[in-house]
């Protein structure tokens, strides 16, 4: 009888303990709801893509997964709204990307800031 107590009290504050973490698969429900939400999202995305197109975007998955997200969120997007009216090609994808690419483009500066120097080469005072 100690021992079910003693595995009951650990099972519950390793549960705390994921909770405060912020652990995911400390709640059943909350890993049900993702599971639900990535069936929802692939069988919407094997509707809206064609094989080839469903090919490149997994492969952009697996370099550039943030990429990949916020074109499948575009994707669902423009299901949700009608603006599909046939199954995206793997040229309409490119087209999408270079798109999405467009809009997230980070640009990157450089600046020289150059210090003068107290002993500069200029003056020859010897």
Do not use: C, W
Not at 117 to 123: I, K, P, Q, T
């Amino acid at each position: 009888m100690a021992d079910e107590e003693l595995e009951a009290l650990r099972q519950r504050r390793l549960g705390e303990i994921r909770a405060e973490h912020g652990d995911p698969s400390a709640d059943p429900s909350q890993q049900e709801a993702k599971q639900r939400e990535a069936e929802i999202r692939n069988t919407i995305l094997a509707q809206v893509l064609d094989q080839a197109a469903r090919a490149r975007l997994s492969n952009l998955a697996l370099v550039k997964p943030d990429k990949a997200k916020a074109v499948e969120n575009y994707l669902i997007q423009m299901a949700r709204f009608g603006q599909l009216a046939a199954k995206v090609s793997e040229q309409g994808l490119i087209e999408i990307l270079e798109k999405v690419s467009q809009q997230t483009e980070k640009k990157t500066t450089v600046k020289f800031n150059r210090r003068r120097v107290l002993d500069s080469d200029e003056e020859d005072d010897y």
